[in-house]
């Protein structure tokens, strides 16, 4: 069973909204012990951590505070991202990880 899953990518405009999951059906246990990130990366640039949610709450990077906000359903496995006044900067494939595993990612497109 594949371990991570990402959904939600699409094209959006400057402004506006996407929101971003991440289905976890194989991670065994409690799943509200996992610690789930999301990194993206653009075309030519280096990974970007975007966020991570755990047991303790949820940290953001720099970039993205106070536009992206992650919340998680820990009956169902999933932790979702909710992008919000969105830019141009923030095309890139966004990837949810959890330790070593990393899912195949979903395409944001931030375009006029």
């Known amino acids: 069973e594949v371990p991570l899953v990402e959904s939600g990518g699409g094209l959006a405009q400057p402004g506006g909204s996407l929101r971003l999951s991440c289905a976890a059906p194989?991670?065994?246990?409690?799943?509200?012990?996992?610690?789930i990130s999301w990194v993206r990366q653009a075309p030519g640039k280096d990974v970007e951590w975007v966020s991570t949610?755990?047991?303790?709450?949820?940290k953001y990077g720099d970039s993205v505070k106070g536009r992206f906000t992650v919340s998680r359903d820990n009956a169902k496995k999933v932790v979702y991202l909710e992008l919000n006044s969105l830019k141009i900067e923030d095309t890139a494939i966004y990837y949810c990880?959890?330790?070593?595993?990393r899912g195949q990612g979903t395409q944001v497109t931030v375009s006029s």
């Open positions: 194989g991670l065994t246990g409690r799943f509200e012990y996992y610690s």
């Open positions: 990880e959890s330790g070593i595993l």
């Open positions: 949610s755990d047991i303790t709450g949820v």
